[in-house]
């Protein structure tokens, strides 16, 4: 599978045409270069805002009410690029509304259109208490493609193990981690997540960030962020890991071709067994062999 993620910037736009014509610039870019699947960060669609007045702009519920008009649009163009160059896209994820909460919802886009979504489970303390975002549908996917299969984890959930976990077990060889971070602190975390998840669970995890300030919006107005593409440190891979990394606050795409059989070969003939021995301890946590004790350290004055 021949993946491209995106380092990419929030950009203002006078309409939604020339936001049209700026997003398949970007795909073409990827394509010219034969990706076949592209990952565009979480909260990347929030530079539709910029199409709207002043005061919706800077109203952080009024713009996702508005924003949300523009879905059947939207995924219109997202599908007709996927159809246009027969490519898969994860699409920059969307404020979406669903039975009066919103959500967080990354969509994805194959050959002959709209496949489906994944929507994040873990809020920030900025969606939970500012914007008010809620976690979304208690579903996690696994997409099958021709190319190989994917799960994904929206940004602060690939800091959470269980996610990936399940994902794997359901037999997804890569998960696609769109994010969106203020800071090199929430950038980090979320790189360290991911390169955690491929350590545990033998898979590959393919990072986009978002980049750039924005003043004009008050959801996204600060970005720090940059790609990079994980894998678990061991036999046919990179002694880091680290498969590729882009650098950092610099607009682009990062391209790279992942060879999927490496990890049959390295979850049974690894220097260590992480994937499997992950469900040992599953098992043995299920069957209660595994205990906690508490030991006391008398003090040096006792």
């Known amino acids: 599978m021949k993946v491209a993620t995106a380092q990419y910037p929030i950009t203002f736009?006078?309409?939604?045409?020339?936001?049209?014509?700026?997003?398949?610039?970007?795909?073409?870019?990827?394509?010219?270069?034969?990706?076949?699947?592209?990952?565009?960060p979480e909260y990347g669609s929030m530079e539709l805002v910029s199409i709207f007045p002043?005061?919706?702009?800077?109203?952080?519920?009024?713009q996702v009410k508005t924003l949300h008009t523009l879905d059947v649009q939207v995924e219109k163009i997202f599908s007709q690029l996927a159809i246009n160059h027969k490519i898969?896209?994860?699409?920059?994820?969307?404020?979406?509304i669903l039975a009066d909460k919103i959500i967080n919802r990354t969509k994805v886009y194959g050959p002959q259109g709209y496949v489906g979504f994944q929507d994040k489970f873990f809020?920030?303390?900025?969606?939970?208490?500012?914007?008010?975002?809620?976690?979304?549908?208690?579903i996690l996917?696994?997409?099958?493609?021709?190319?190989?299969?994917?799960?994904?984890?929206v940004c602060y959930d690939i800091e959470f193990p269980i996610g990936s976990k399940l994902l794997?077990?359901?037999?997804?060889?890569?998960?696609f981690v769109p994010s969106?971070?203020?800071?090199?602190?929430?950038?980090?975390?979320?790189?360290?997540?991911?390169?955690?998840?491929?350590l545990e669970y033998q898979i590959y995890t393919v990072v986009s960030q978002t980049i750039?300030?924005?003043d004009w919006s008050p959801a996204v107005d600060i970005n720090y962020g940059y790609t990079a593409i994980y894998s678990t440190p061991d036999l046919g891979f990179p002694d880091d890991g680290i498969i590729a990394c882009s650098t950092h606050q610099t607009e682009g795409w990062l391209i790279q071709e992942l060879d999927l059989k490496k990890l049959s070969f390295v979850r049974n003939y690894g220097n260590v067994l992480n994937y499997k021995d992950n469900r040992k301890i599953e098992i043995q946590m299920k069957e209660k062999t595994l205990k906690v004790q508490k030991i006391k350290i008398p003090s040096s004055a006792s």
């Open 180 to 198: 969106c971070c203020e800071t090199l602190k929430g950038s980090t975390r979320v790189h360290i997540g991911a390169r955690a998840r491929a």
């Open 13 to 40: 736009h006078q309409d939604l045409k020339e936001w049209e014509i700026y997003f398949e610039e970007w795909i073409l870019k990827a394509v010219q270069e034969n990706a076949q699947v592209l990952l565009f």
């Open 88 to 96: 898969i896209i994860i699409a920059p994820s969307f404020p979406y």
């Open 141 to 153: 996917t696994v997409f099958e493609s021709e190319w190989g299969n994917f799960g994904i984890q």
């Open 54 to 62: 002043e005061e919706t702009r800077m109203d952080l519920q009024l």
């Open 168 to 175: 794997t077990e359901a037999g997804a060889d890569i998960i």
């Open 212 to 214: 750039g300030d924005c």
């Open 123 to 138: 809020m920030t303390r900025f969606e939970n208490e500012d914007w008010l975002v809620s976690s979304g549908e208690d």
